[in-house]
Structures are given as C-alpha cells and as structure tokens.
C-alpha cells in the first residue's frame, strides 16, 4: 500500500507545475550557447514531469558580427519529451509548438563593404543550422515542429523588404549531429517589394545539411493561381534553381496593386520561368521563360496619345490584342523579350527588347497595319507617314522606351525623314500651283 502511494505521488506530482528561477537561467544560457543566439530572455517558465516544458514571452536576439540585429519573439513555446529515453541519456522530444512566433530581420545596407544584403554572412539559416555542431550532454532527437499564427519582416535602411503574415508550420524534424527536416509549410499572404502580393501560400520543405527544398508549393496573384518549386544546395559552392509559373493573372488588378497611375491595362497574363543563381545576389540570378497575355487592352497611355496624333487615328488610344507574348531571358537584373509578336485590332506588333525589374521599358517594335485597315487612313498618313509593307499593307516602326507608366514611342528616323522630304514636296508643289 505504501509503495502504491508513493507511485500516485510521483505521477500526480509530475503534472504539477514547477517554476524555478535556476532552472530558467540555465534553459537561458544553454539555448543561447547551443544556437549560436547572443541573448535569450525567458519571461515566463513552468516544467512538468510528464507534460513537458511551457515557455512564456520568449526574446532572442542575434547580431551578426558587424550587422544589425534580428529579433525573434514567441508569445508561449511548448516542448513535448518521452520520459524513458533520459535514462539512455536521450532527450526524445516528441514535439515543439511555437505559438505566435514573430520574426523582425534588419538587414546591411546595400552595397555596403563587406554586409551585403546577399552576404554569406546573411545567407538562410538552414546553411548555419544544418551544420550546427550542439554540444548537448544527451543525444537529442525530435519528431514534431510546429509554428502557429507565425510572422515576420525583413527590412533594410528603414525600408520593408518583405512582410509575411499568418505562418503555419509543420515539420517531421529530426536532430543528431545535424538538422533535416521535412513538412508542409503555409503562409496567408506575403508582401514583396514594388509591392507584390501572393496570398495562400502552401509549400512541402524538406530541409538536410547540404540542402533544402521547397516542392509543389502554390499560391494566389492578383486573380491568378502560380506554381513554384526551389532547391538550395550548399555542398561546396552554393547554388539556386528554381521553376515558378503564374496563369490568368488579372492585369488590372497587377496594375492596381503597383499603382500604376497613367493609362490602364486588362486582361489576363502568365509567365512561367526556369532560374538558377550560384549565389544569393540577385544580379547573378539568370532564367529562361516565357510571357504571354490575352484579351490584352491597352488605353491611356503617353504613347498612345502620341500615335493617335501623329497618324490622325483616334482609334489608336484603344488598343486590344487577342493574344501576346514573347520568349524571356532573365540576366542582370533585367528581362529580355527577343521575339514579341502580337494580333491586334489596329495593328498587329513583332519586336524586341527588354524590361528592367523596375519597370523601365526599353522595346523595338515594328507595327503592321492590314491592307483593309490602311486604305482607309488619309494617304498623307497611309503614303506620307507610314513604310509599303508585303500585300498592301503599311508599316510604322520605332522605339518604345521609359518607365512603364510613362512610357515614350521614338519613331524610325526613315519614317520620319521619308514625311518630311514628302511634306516639304508638297508644300514646294502647292506654293508654285498658286503662282
């Protein structure tokens, strides 16, 4: 009866909290040793035998060495252990629950000597973590990863690089004298620069020493669905390659949401792109793809107006193509477009050119009209202004250029000088019919 007593106390016992300023200090400077964190503040800490380890108010802070510091917050952490496996000196964790984990990065600024943004010194933590060496008194293993209600931001020189909300985390993990891990991940909407907005976000990870991957992740653009899947592998040189795809994507709502101000656009585009980078610098990011829109409408715009009255042709302001699109070529921060071709209700376009990631336009193209359509323009338009092209048809050719929302249209020197030796005939002509 005594020794039945005593194993009711012990169990019962192990439900009941404890809360130990020793035991807080020691998690507190353990965690900090073992994962290379400068400072661990623990405000709240109660442990139990059989239920495990409960944190409250959790503060980490890590300043790389010359940089600005990230900070990392969790409202309540929980860790889940087995009981047996500690008399075999190992910590079994069957689980760790992150509840409202926010994450604020402050990165160096751009170009600065030796704190690059795209740094080693600031490459993802998996390269740091999949080579952590932990230095625990017991094997450690663990089966369960989870993060809820999660969310950070990364900012640079006051500026917000990315802002992430409504993280979901779930990941088999598995820690020996490295860390691999592999799960789902989820994300409510992420903001990027410019900015972009991607919402429902879901991905597989799989995460090792050498590598991690993100598979069959989809998300939501601007009406559009997209499809992307990335690998990183960090055995020898680093490297990134990737394949993104983004369908029926709402133009005016793209439009909107980079507040595009003069002219509007509609329609539906997709893009898909093959990348691969040797590093994490963005200048050395380089793709091969595909873009195309259709039902594509085009008003408003600068050149536009430019067309309509240089060509006496109103209806120039009101473009709409039933289908677009050009091979792409991704390299140095900008994206080449060597064989645009078009089918529009004016005119239709071929061309080439390139687009700058902030949007600068810089695109030869070479519009032709049908032989029905340029019948019916003035001649001192139709013969005065425009090239003879094949079957009757007439041709303007020129230079797009400028910002998207300001864009400028440059026309061909030869059909320019060609209206003005025209122009200056027939005003030579008329001035001597009146003599």
């Given amino acids: 009866m005594l020794v039945l007593t005593l194993v009711l106390v012990v169990v019962v016992a192990g439900f009941v909290p404890l809360s130990m300023p020793a035991l807080k200090n020691t998690v507190e400077k353990r965690a900090s040793r073992v994962t290379a964190i400068d400072t661990v503040a623990i405000d709240g800490l109660a442990f139990t035998l059989w239920r495990g380890l ?20 969790v409202s309540r952490a929980q860790v889940w252990y087995r009981i047996l496996p500690l008399l075999r000196r190992k910590l079994a964790i069957r689980g760790i629950e992150l509840h409202g984990l926010s994450i604020h990065a402050d990165l160096p600024p751009a170009g600065k000597a030796g704190t690059d943004v795209t740094d080693t010194a600031v490459q993802p933590a998996w390269l740091t973590l999949g080579a952590l060496s932990l230095g625990l008194p017991v094997a ?47 994300l409510d909407s992420l903001w990027a620069p410019r900015p972009y907005l991607l919402t429902g976000i879901q991905a597989g990870l799989q995460l090792d020493r050498t590598h991690a991957a993100v598979r069959n992740a989809s998300f939501s653009f601007c009406g559009g669905t997209g499809r992307m899947e990335f690998s990183l592998n960090n055995a020898g040189d680093t490297t990134v390659a990737g394949d993104i795809s983004v369908t029926d994507v709402d133009l005016g709502r793209l439009m909107k949401l980079v507040r595009f101000k003069r002219g509007t656009l509609g329609g539906k585009g997709s893009l898909e792109m093959q ?15 595909r873009l195309s829109a259709k039902n594509l409408t085009v008003s408003g715009l600068p050149f536009q107006r430019t067309l309509a009255a240089v060509l006496l042709l109103p209806k120039v302001e009101q473009l709409a193509f039933s289908s677009i699109g050009s ?87 030869r059909i320019k000088e060609r209206a003005v030796i025209q122009g200056v005939g027939k005003a030579l002509e008329l001035l001597f019919k009146r003599r």
């Fill in 54 to 73: 409960l944190l409250r108010d959790v503060h980490c802070t890590m300043r790389p060495e010359g940089g600005p510091a990230t900070q990392m917050d």
């Fill in 140 to 186: 450690l293993e663990v089966n369960d990863f989870r993060i809820k209600q999660g969310r950070f931001t990364i900012d640079q020189a006051g500026r917000n690089l990315l802002h992430g909300a409504g993280l979901t985390v779930a990941l088999d993990a598995s820690v020996a004298d490295t860390l691999g891990a592999q799960g789902t991940v989820r």
């Fill in 275 to 289: 990348v691969a980078s040797p590093d994490f610098r963005l200048e050395n990011v380089n793709g091969h793809g």
């Fill in 327 to 413: 091979s792409l070529r991704l390299s140095q921060e900008c994206l080449y477009m060597p064989d645009l071709r078009g089918t529009g209700n004016v005119f239709n376009v071929t061309g080439s050119g390139s687009v700058t990631l902030d949007t600068y336009v810089n695109q030869h193209v070479d519009m032709a009209f049908s032989r029905e359509f340029c019948t019916r323009l003035p001649p001192v338009v139709s013969q005065g202004m425009l090239l003879p092209g094949k079957g009757g048809r007439c041709r303007l050719k020129g230079r797009l250029h400028g910002k998207l929302s300001k864009m400028k249209i440059t026309i061909d020197r």
